[in-house]
């Protein structure tokens, strides 16, 4: 699957018609709804379609990315300190980042009481991008995410659907559709985190050494279904390519959007400065431990 028309519903997608009724049942019923995944799975399509079916509800709908929340982070005077490595967000960063979403989440929830209002978050999980919403935490947040209205949907192409997205990303890097999609992941970092997934994977012995060097969609979602096994964690099975020229990340409607003020990201930076840069590390590396 690479991408579909705005504003094509996900109903006319026969290979897709499990992940639509998954997705209706959300926009009905869910408060939260968060999309995990590594980047080329179709996280970012499935959160437009989620949009576009919770608006059809009457609902009001709030998104939280990733990739939008960690750039707040990216000002000259953080990347001085913690530049990217090899393409990749430093971890003193992720974690601070890690921070700040849950209290996102929480502070989210107080200020929308009406259960017509609808939060959509993208969060990759591994090598602790937004990590911490999977892992256990005795504060305010973690009730929400455990709630019976959170859902946590991991898109799971199969492996012929994985290699046309592999091969629209790096097109997509040639010819960016829209702003946002410069702040995709590169395909280089795709791969890495492909691989961090499947040594992961092995280290939990939910595969064999085989399925390291290839995709396994079933060893894939294992992978997440282990990490998320304190959330509402369902498989968003995508097996159809589905070909446009739009970008994922044209919504069909004016959303709120939920990112780090320059106070937040000072006060979380703070707080991850207290620890050791080398428990940090350690904590980001061990993101599957929640």
């Not at 629209?168 to 995709?184: G, S, W």
Request: aromatic share 6%.
């Amino acid at each position: 699957m690479t991408s579909m028309q705005t504003p094509a519903p996900l109903g006319t997608l026969g290979g897709l018609a499990a992940a639509r009724s998954q997705l209706e049942e959300a926009a009905a019923q869910a408060r939260i709804v968060v999309f995990c995944g590594i980047p080329g799975v179709g996280k970012s399509l499935l959160l437009r379609e989620q949009h576009g079916l919770a608006l059809q509800s009457d609902r009001r709908v709030s998104r939280l990315q990733w990739d939008i929340s960690r750039q707040a982070f990216e000002i000259p005077s953080v990347l001085a300190r913690y530049p990217e490595v090899d393409g990749s967000t430093h971890v003193a960063i992720r974690h601070a980042a890690g921070l700040w979403v849950r209290a996102a989440i929480e502070r989210w929830v107080r200020s929308h009481p009406d259960g017509k209002d609808m939060l959509l978050v993208e969060a990759p999980l591994v090598g602790g991008r937004f990590s911490e919403l999977a892992r256990v935490t005795a504060d305010a947040a973690e009730p929400l995410l455990k709630a019976t209205h959170t859902r946590f949907f991991v898109p799971t192409p199969s492996r012929e659907v994985r290699l046309a997205i592999e091969a629209a990303r790096r097109a997509e890097t040639q010819h960016n559709r829209h702003a946002r999609d410069r702040a995709n992941a590169s395909p280089q970092l795709v791969d890495a985190l492909w691989r961090e997934v499947a040594d992961t994977a092995a280290r939990l012995r939910l595969g064999s050494d085989a399925a390291v060097s290839t995709y396994s969609p079933d060893l894939y979602f294992s992978l997440y279904q282990a990490v998320l096994r304190h959330r509402r964690v369902s498989r968003l099975a995508i097996d159809c390519i589905v070909a446009d020229q739009g970008s994922p990340h044209v919504l069909n409607a004016a959303t709120e959007e939920l990112a780090p003020t320059a106070e937040e990201v000072q006060q979380s930076l703070a707080i991850t400065e207290l620890q050791a840069p080398a428990s940090v590390a350690e904590k980001t590396a061990r993101w599957y431990e929640t």
